[in-house]
């Protein structure tokens, strides 16, 4: 049996309703050198039978706990042996030339790991919610263009920083490259949320470059899996976890007044709402937030050793 060149992974934890609007969209694609795997995170709906049903051609994988989405990705992965790997959250539905044009650009970009798409609101289609992302000197992570209106004005295949990971192109060399330093593609220890910003860090000190493709385009029930107070919670403690695992120590040090300001209006903003779940959510992520740090502090000292390219490079390509 010929091994397809991609292997597209869905994460799914009670995510049958959104299987059922994606996985005909996968049907639907024009490229079709591809292998769908579904990872099951111990749903307690009838994902499995939906699966068997829509798809029985898709690899199943079933854990046994919820083990959160890295975790779920990450043993993905070690099954699969497609040159090219794409990841795709269960709650989107990609337009038909999707993969295509994924493909396409890591084709015309060798030196790339990655592709991102661009992803637009689910219930409002003419909506973005990422073109690429960035990542700022504040050490914030954002998506490009969220919220405006797509009149074309991010039309152009460019670099960008990073790849939403909800649906996103990898060549897997690169995911290889960045495993073999820190032990894993995604790190488990984010549980969800940030762990693409980290893998994309992680790529871009190794050297590697990431592509906007403006004709991928997939539509996306935003936190469909996992908002809420649950995004709150690990937003505010990841995006902590990735300043202290990933940004080298020059970038910290000449950034860290933005830094400091930014967090603390971050927690100035939470404290007037606390009343309202996703506030508490966010504070308890910034107060869990140090838990992380000496885990990330041995990660990081492995990640900094092994950058490859400039300190300089790196931060031309951060926003303010």
């Known amino acids: 049996m010929t091994t397809p060149r991609v292997d597209i992974i869905i994460p799914t934890y009670n ?13 639907r694609q024009t490229y079709r050198d591809f292998h769908v795997v579904v990872v099951d995170d111990a749903s307690t709906d009838d994902t499995v039978d939906l699966v068997r049903s829509l798809m029985p051609e898709a690899t199943l994988l079933r854990l046994p706990r919820n083990s959160g989405l890295a975790v779920a990705i990450n043993r993905a992965l070690a ?6 790997v794409a990841f795709l959250n269960n709650d989107t539905e990609p337009e038909p030339g999707w993969l295509a044009a ?9 030196d790339a790991a990655a592709v991102a798409s661009k992803l637009r609101l689910f219930d409002r289609r003419d909506v973005l919610h990422s073109a690429g992302d960035t990542y700022s000197r504040r050490g914030v992570p954002n998506s490009r263009g969220v919220w405006e209106v797509d009149r074309g004005q991010y039309d152009r295949e460019e670099e960008v920083f990073s790849a939403c990971g909800g649906a996103a192109l990898y060549r897997r060399s690169a995911l290889e490259a960045v495993a073999a330093i820190d032990g894993h593609v995604l790190d488990p220890d984010f549980f969800m949320y940030c762990e693409d910003v980290d893998l994309s860090w992680r790529l871009r000190l190794l050297g590697y470059r990431i592509i906007f493709a403006p004709d991928a385009v997939v539509y996306h029930r935003l936190s469909a899996t996992g908002g809420g107070p649950l995004a709150s919670y690990y937003v505010a403690r990841n995006t902590l976890a990735v300043l202290v695992k990933d940004v080298p120590g020059p970038i910290l040090r000449r950034n860290l007044p933005r830094i400091a300001a930014q967090q603390t209006r971050l927690l100035l903003g939470t404290l007037p709402h606390l009343r309202e779940p996703a506030a508490r959510a966010r504070l308890r992520g910034l107060l869990a937030a140090p ?11 492995r990640i900094q050793s092994a950058r490859r390219v400039p300190v300089d490079a790196i931060e031309r390509l951060l926003t303010d």
Do not use: I, Y
Not at 15 to 27: E, F, S
Not at 291 to 301: N, Q
């Open 15 to 27: 995510g049958r309703d959104h299987l059922a609007v994606c996985l005909p969209a996968l049907a």
């Open 79 to 84: 099954s699969t042996r497609g040159e090219l």
């Open 102 to 110: 994924l493909v396409a650009a890591l084709d015309r970009h060798p």
């Open 291 to 301: 838990v992380l740090w000496p885990r990330m502090l041995t990660k990081r000292r």
